[in-house]
């Protein structure tokens, strides 16, 4: 009885969804885990090998945690909503769904082939209505709340109002824009426009005018990863910066919980500090300088007041809105055409721009420490999202305001920490300018916390922590995404009632904006309330979907809530993780924040949705190159290439095999080679091969669907654990595929007779088959609950070679070796399982335990040495003392030739060590 992946595999998968082996169900009886991939958006290119990579590690470690006794939750399902599906209705005609569905469909099938203990009952897309309803159901919460800073949690709008009504604003400390101070009366006074405007600055999700990237040919918002070197990802269209009104959701207002809390995860530390630079708080002053002939102040924020008399120019923001006020009319044509300029360049492009670039307004600040003129330039190195758009610039102290002043020419002062070279400062009393020392003598810290005193002294500022992290823009100008549950009255926003939803996507004549620049929903018909108010015709962007998917899986049939409380208690959140680390901090930011805002109002258990993160490495492509004589159709081999003037050609790597082209498929890969020609090396054609990133330019995309075809799918998984450390980049190369199939081979060979027939035994095993177990079970579980997936591999293949040299068929070694291979090859384990008998799913066994009276070892292997030569090796009993082993050795018949009739001066044994004979 051969192994036959092929049946073997067919079989099982079939089994498994027959019996629903994988679904699970809410089980007070037995302790939760709950393990989660990150949502995989359907491509219409499918999966190629490095794709489940991160899937294969969370399916070992899910198999692992249900035979440890644990009710695994294992779910899968897609982010569906995105400007791809939407750019190929564009180009096609064909509505997103219809492709959308085809893509998942094929997802679908390559998961299925590569046998993942997935609960299929909880998928779901996140463009079905059933579920984005929820995703509407949260955002209308937002716009129903605001963040109150005294409680720091966010909670109804309604309590709000309700202060407002009998207290006005005065005492209310919330996250909010600018509103001006009011009385109860003066708000009970207000009409309801006027009320709704002032409430928008308060709501968590709100409208407001911002700078976002905007891109004309494909009418839309794109976020900062869709934007390089001033053009679109999709399509390489121009990108210009543009202030438009966009819903954003106040993450902001949670900046310093998502940092506190940060610190309770089991992150790595490189994560959590990509995650603290991202958030990026800074303490300092809020510091107002006059400006010269205006009776305007411009406010900057700093972390370092103490070098205020360091200032030597200040620089705003390109889109600061004192800009055109500040500049003098012979220098605004040069300041509009650099604002024009900077209009074509994403924030993160500006923010990691090495080139200096600026313009002077020809406007002036004053200092408000010593009253001296400061020149103002705009440059795209200060942005307006960040503090106040505006910085005072001291050179000898900062090294992008010393390249700027190098550049311009412009003074560089030096500020001695903790003091000043120069000790002018404004004395409030007398009202002139004086000699003060009042900074010298300290160290920087105290120096800081001096100078903000006497700032908020002197009235010019305050104390103030910033934040690098920005409020989240919410809006997309685009067809393919959840449609926003807001109508408009007086040109204002409204919540349609909770039992409207979900707002469902119209029909649209098409996916493009329309002739008057209005979004596609802008081409919808009726697209308006029974009363005939019209609703939001932007949609949610890509992250809607997903920032809260994972609470969705706990209970995805529930019509009722986005979870219950009964399966929110129980499955709490996510145990592990696994995912890649371009959502280090997007993704990662929004649910962490998403999931706190469900917390403070009651709806969640926990306030960090995800206990424990991996980031798995990448797979890299191995491509392969064929070498053609110029000027004709003639391939040579690799060796040949140096006889020739050749070109090289990247070749599809599915028809190359441990580097040897199959000629005839590379004949039909393109319709050039029909005619190709060829000059073999020992009768063959060697390919060049370079390891490089998978794509389908470099032809060096590995589908895994041909994997699974011509090794199986236990194969496919063990070879992608095998390729290295989980958390670490590394090449995909076919050459080490063939031994790992050979190891399962091997494997299944340990439960057959010569005759290939089924041969297990009930004998008793000796020692060293003991040994053999003991010692895997004890490395496998080892390296599982360190995600060292490689290194379990090798364990195997060590194991299953020594159970081999020992020609062990017993039932008690190879029953509990075949548990403990399961997560990793649950195909061939399942059939092994049921010949061994068992009726049930190999899932439901127990995970083996180590016995360390087994790995005790009661002998050793001596190398024995003739004058520090190693000769041979010899094994003896540990239990022998230093005589005892100098006479087993004496009396070896080796001995004998090596000493070559001479007597030995000295032995020299090392008792578990070595031994040394001098002669």
């Known amino acids: 009885m051969e192994y036959n992946f092929v049946d073997i595999e067919k079989k099982w998968q079939q089994r498994w969804r027959e019996n629903k082996t994988y679904k699970v169900d809410v089980d007070a009886s037995r302790p939760k885990f709950y393990v989660l991939d990150m949502f995989p958006y359907p491509s219409g290119a499918g999966l190629h090998v490095g794709h489940p990579l991160g899937y294969i590690a969370s399916d070992i470690f899910s198999r692992f945690k249900r035979l440890e006794g644990y009710n695994v939750l294992h779910p899968m399902g897609y982010d569906a909503f995105g400007l791809p599906a939407e750019q190929y209705a564009i180009q096609t005609g064909q509505h997103p769904a219809i492709t959308t569905d085809i893509n998942i469909k094929r997802y679908r099938e390559q998961l299925d082939k590569i046998g993942f203990s997935y609960d299929w009952s909880r998928?779901?897309?996140?463009?079905?209505?059933?579920?984005?309803?929820?995703?509407?159901?949260?955002?209308?919460?937002?716009?129903?709340?605001?963040?109150?800073?005294?409680?720091?949690?966010?909670?109804?709008?309604?309590?709000?109002?309700?202060?407002?009504?009998?207290?006005?604003?005065?005492?209310?400390?919330?996250?909010?824009?600018?509103?001006?101070?009011?009385?109860?009366?003066?708000?009970?006074?207000m009409g309801e426009k006027e009320q709704q405007e002032i409430l928008l600055q308060y709501r968590i999700a709100y409208l407001a005018d911002t700078m976002v990237n905007w891109c004309a040919e494909l009418g839309t918002v794109l976020a900062n990863d869709e934007v390089k070197d001033g053009l679109s990802v999709r399509g390489g269209f121009p990108v210009v910066q543009r202030?438009?009104?966009?819903?954003?959701?106040?993450?902001?207002?949670?900046?310093?919980?998502?940092?506190?809390?940060?610190?309770?995860?089991?992150?790595?530390?490189?994560?959590?500090?990509?995650?603290?630079?991202?958030?990026?708080?800074?303490?300092?002053?809020?510091?107002?300088?006059?400006?010269?002939?205006?009776?305007?102040?411009?406010?900057?924020?700093?972390?370092?007041?103490?070098?205020?008399?360091?200032?030597?120019?200040?620089?705003?923001?390109?889109?600061?809105?004192?800009?055109?006020?500040?500049?003098?009319?012979?220098?605004?044509?040069?300041?509009?055409?650099?604002?024009?300029?900077?209009?074509?360049?994403?924030e993160r492009e500006r923010m990691a721009?090495?080139?200096?670039?600026?313009?002077?307004?020809?406007g002036y600040a004053i200092n408000p420490f010593n009253g001296k003129?400061?020149?103002?330039?705009?440059?795209?190195?200060?942005?307006?999202?960040?503090?106040?758009?505006?910085?005072?610039?001291?050179?000898?102290?900062?090294?992008?305001?010393?390249?700027?002043?190098?550049?311009?020419?412009?003074?560089?002062?030096?500020?001695?920490?903790?003091?000043?070279?120069?000790?002018?400062?404004?004395?409030?009393?007398?009202?002139?300018?004086?000699?003060?020392?009042?900074?010298n003598g300290l160290d920087v810290k105290q120096a800081v916390t001096r100078a903000i005193d006497e700032v908020e002294a002197r009235g010019i500022g305050k104390r103030q922590i910033n934040y690098r992290l920005r409020d989240a823009i919410f809006s997309r100008q685009r067809y393919w995404g959840e449609p926003f549950p807001i109508y408009f009255k007086d040109g204002l926003p409204?919540?349609?009632?909770?039992?409207?939803?979900?707002?469902?996507?119209?029909?649209?004549?098409?996916?493009?904006?329309?002739?008057?620049?209005?979004?596609?929903?802008?081409?919808?018909?009726?697209?308006?309330?029974?009363?005939?108010?019209?609703?939001?015709?932007?949609?949610?962007?890509?992250?809607?979907?997903?920032?809260?998917?994972?609470?969705?899986?706990?209970d995805p049939t529930n019509d009722k809530g986005l979870v219950s409380k009964e399966a929110n208690e129980y499955w709490r959140n996510v145990d592990l993780y696994i995912g890649g680390t371009e959502h280090a901090t997007g993704h990662l930011i929004y649910s962490r924040f998403w999931n706190k805002f469900l917390y403070d109002l009651g709806f969640v258990a926990e306030k960090e949705p995800f206990k424990k993160l991996i980031n798995q490495g990448m797979i890299q492509g191995r491509s392969n190159f064929v070498y053609r004589v110029q000027g004709t159709n003639k391939f040579v081999s690799l060796?040949?290439?140096?006889?020739?003037?050749?070109?090289?050609?990247?070749?599809?790597?599915?028809?190359?095999?441990?580097?040897?082209?199959?000629?005839?498929?590379?004949?039909?890969?393109?319709?050039?080679?029909?005619?190709?020609?060829?000059?073999?090396?020992?009768?063959?054609?060697?390919?060049?091969?370079?390891?490089?990133?998978?794509?389908?330019?470099?032809?060096?995309?590995?589908?895994?669907?041909?994997?699974?075809?011509?090794?199986?799918?236990?194969?496919?998984?063990?070879?992608?654990?095998?390729?290295?450390?989980?958390?670490?980049?590394?090449?995909?190369?076919?050459?080490?595929?063939?031994?790992?199939?050979?190891?399962?081979?091997?494997?299944?060979?340990?439960?057959?007779?010569?005759?290939?027939?089924?041969?297990?035994?009930?004998?008793?095993?000796?020692?060293?088959?003991?040994?053999?177990?003991?010692?895997?079970?004890?490395?496998?579980r080892e390296d599982i609950e360190n995600f060292s997936f490689n290194t379990s591999v090798s364990a195997f293949m060590v194991c299953v070679n020594e159970l081999t040299d020992l020609k062990c068929s017993k039932r008690a070694i190879l029953e509990p070796l075949t548990v403990l291979l399961s997560p990793f090859a649950p195909h061939i384990t399942e059939e092994l399982w049921s010949i061994l008998g068992y009726t049930t799913t190999i899932n439901d066994a127990k995970y083996p335990v180590h016995n360390e009276d087994y790995l005790v070892e009661t002998s050793f292997e001596y190398p024995v040495s003739f004058n520090g030569k190693l000769r041979f090796k010899k094994v003896l009993p540990l239990s022998l003392n230093p005589k005892q082993v100098e006479e087993a050795v004496l009396t070896d018949e080796q001995v004998a030739k090596f000493l070559e009739g001479k007597a030995p001066k000295k032995v020299i044994v090392v008792p578990g060590k070595i031994v040394n004979i001098v002669i």
């Open 639 to 780: 060796g040949l290439k140096d006889k020739y003037q050749t070109q090289e050609i990247h070749v599809d790597v599915n028809i190359v095999y441990n580097d040897i082209l199959d000629t005839e498929a590379f004949k039909q890969w393109r319709p050039e080679f029909a005619t190709a020609e060829f000059e073999f090396e020992d009768g063959k054609y060697v390919c060049g091969w370079a390891v490089e990133k998978m794509s389908k330019s470099m032809y060096n995309v590995v589908n895994p669907d041909i994997i699974v075809e011509r090794y199986g799918a236990d194969t496919l998984r063990m070879y992608e654990m095998f390729l290295g450390p989980l958390e670490q980049s590394k090449p995909w190369d076919t050459k080490g595929i063939d031994g790992v199939h050979r190891f399962l081979r091997k494997f299944w060979r340990l439960f057959t007779n010569n005759e290939g027939e089924i041969s297990v035994t009930d004998a008793q095993p000796s020692t060293d088959e003991l040994k053999a177990l003991h010692k895997t079970i004890k490395k496998v």
């Open 494 to 554: 409204y919540a349609i009632e909770d039992d409207k939803l979900p707002l469902e996507l119209p029909e649209v004549d098409a996916f493009l904006p329309t002739e008057t620049g209005e979004p596609p929903l802008g081409r919808a018909k009726n697209w308006a309330t029974a009363d005939g108010y019209p609703f939001e015709l932007s949609t949610m962007p890509g992250f809607a979907g997903s920032s809260a998917y994972y609470l969705r899986y706990m």
């Open 243 to 346: 202030k438009m009104r966009q819903w954003s959701l106040r993450i902001s207002a949670y900046a310093q919980r998502l940092l506190d809390e940060l610190e309770e995860l089991e992150w790595t530390d490189s994560l959590k500090e990509i995650q603290r630079n991202w958030i990026g708080r800074s303490q300092g002053a809020q510091v107002f300088f006059g400006l010269k002939d205006s009776e305007k102040q411009l406010e900057v924020f700093t972390t370092r007041p103490d070098t205020i008399f360091g200032v030597t120019f200040m620089v705003i923001a390109p889109e600061h809105e004192m800009v055109m006020e500040l500049t003098t009319p012979e220098y605004r044509e040069a300041v509009q055409a650099y604002i024009d300029e900077t209009k074509k360049r994403s």
């Open 353 to 362: 721009e090495k080139r200096v670039s600026g313009q002077f307004t020809g």
């Open 373 to 439: 003129q400061i020149p103002i330039y705009i440059s795209d190195y200060v942005l307006i999202g960040y503090g106040t758009g505006a910085i005072m610039a001291v050179p000898a102290h900062d090294s992008r305001d010393y390249a700027f002043a190098k550049h311009f020419g412009i003074d560089i002062i030096e500020v001695v920490a903790g003091g000043d070279i120069s000790t002018e400062s404004y004395d409030a009393k007398e009202g002139k300018l004086v000699n003060s020392d009042f900074l």
């Open 123 to 189: 998928e779901f897309r996140t463009c079905d209505p059933s579920y984005y309803k929820w995703t509407q159901w949260a955002f209308l919460l937002m716009f129903k709340s605001y963040y109150n800073n005294k409680t720091q949690k966010a909670e109804s709008i309604d309590s709000l109002i309700e202060e407002f009504r009998i207290n006005g604003n005065g005492s209310v400390d919330a996250a909010c824009g600018e509103v001006p101070a009011f009385t109860a009366a003066e708000w009970n006074a």
